[in-house]
């Protein structure tokens, strides 16, 4: 378990947020590329692929610092929702209609790891985890000779009951320490049928990264970051698993009255 502490980033508003959250991704790409020429990178569902759109479809300045090379990413879904990728309940769906339809040609495709939506109408979702898991032994190496995929940067969101991924608070998948992807039939928030990354799978990642905007998310904060009581809560034990690899973003808003110090970039 890491010892050091999280970064906490706190802004006015959703634009200075996606300012700063922009060179923190392209700092990530920057050491993946240079470690292994691709940027492999799992995202959530909520409000994340909005603010990451807004990071990332905001003119840079030309510089290849500051230009995503989106042909080298890879992007995988940290959870998905067990329905067709056109549903309006896909996290597929939802970043494709947010950010990848509205890349520009000249900055390249990602590539895009949906769930096999031939097995989104089983009866148990633990087809379409397994396949999911296999997806990405194809990418990280046999599930033999890595014990688990390291991502360069996963990024999440916090729900108001301090969820994260499909990960809920006091769920026996919060124990799960051998799959890389586990299936969930009973979320409670809809739709029920789910699949997620697990815990060991996000902290093992090189970057974490929240973005938590909005006073919806204060108490929540406060739990997680100031109480004792907080601390089983899945994003707590991101920040407890992940330690100076998390970096939350959030605005004013979202960490009023909460005492964790804040770092600056
Ligand atoms: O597919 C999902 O349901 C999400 O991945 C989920 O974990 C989400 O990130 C949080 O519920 C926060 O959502 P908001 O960013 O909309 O608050």
Request: charged share 25%; aromatic share 8%; hydrophobic share 40%.
């Given at each position: 378990?890491a010892?050091a502490?999280?970064?906490l980033?706190s ?5 200075a947020l ?14 993946a ?8 990178i ?7 692929p ?6 990332l479809?905001?003119?840079g300045?030309?510089s290849?610092?500051d230009?995503?090379?989106?042909n ?5 879904f940290?959870d998905?929702r067990?329905v067709?990728?056109d549903h309006?309940?896909s996290?597929?769906?939802l970043?494709?209609?947010?950010l990848?339809d509205k890349?520009p040609a000249?900055?390249?495709a990602?590539?895009?790891?949906p769930?096999?939506e ?5 009866e148990d979702?633990?087809?379409?985890a397994d396949?999911?898991?296999k997806?990405?032994?194809r990418s ?6 890595v014990?688990?995929?390291v991502?360069d940067?996963?990024l ?8 994260t991924?499909?990960l ?5 998948l919060?124990r799960?320490?051998d799959?890389?992807v586990a ?13 997620t990354?697990t ?6 990642a ?8 909005g006073?919806?998310?204060?108490d ?16 707590a ?6 330690g ?5 973003f959030?605005?004013?808003p979202?960490v ?8 600056s970039?």
């Amino acid at each position: 378990m890491a010892t050091a502490q999280p970064n906490l980033y706190s802004y006015p508003g959703i634009d200075a947020l996606a300012k700063q959250l922009r060179p923190y991704v392209l700092r990530c790409q920057a050491a993946a590329l240079a470690r292994h020429d691709t940027f492999r990178i799992a995202v959530s569902g909520g409000s994340l692929p909005a603010a990451l759109a807004r990071a990332l479809l905001a003119p840079g300045n030309g510089s290849p610092e500051d230009t995503p090379q989106f042909n080298k990413w890879h992007i995988f879904f940290a959870d998905e929702r067990a329905v067709p990728l056109d549903h309006k309940d896909s996290n597929y769906l939802l970043l494709k209609e947010e950010l990848l339809d509205k890349i520009p040609a000249e900055l390249g495709a990602p590539t895009a790891h949906p769930i096999d939506e031939k097995h989104v109408h089983d009866e148990d979702p633990q087809e379409l985890a397994d396949l999911y898991q296999k997806d990405l032994m194809r990418s990280f190496a046999a599930k033999d000779s890595v014990k688990l995929p390291v991502f360069d940067l996963i990024l999440l969101g916090c729900g108001p009951d301090g969820h994260t991924c499909s990960l809920f608070p006091g769920h026996d998948l919060l124990r799960e320490k051998d799959a890389w992807v586990a299936a969930i039939s009973d979320s409670p928030k809809p739709p029920p049928k789910r699949i997620t990354l697990t815990l060991p799978v996000v902290t093992s990642a090189i970057n974490i990264a929240f973005v938590a905007t909005g006073g919806g998310k204060k108490d929540i904060m406060k739990e997680i970051f100031d109480s004792e009581e907080g601390r089983s809560l899945p994003c707590a034990l991101v920040n407890q698993g992940g330690g100076e690899k998390v970096s939350w973003f959030t605005d004013n808003p979202a960490v009023e009255g909460v005492s964790f110090p804040r770092s600056s970039l």
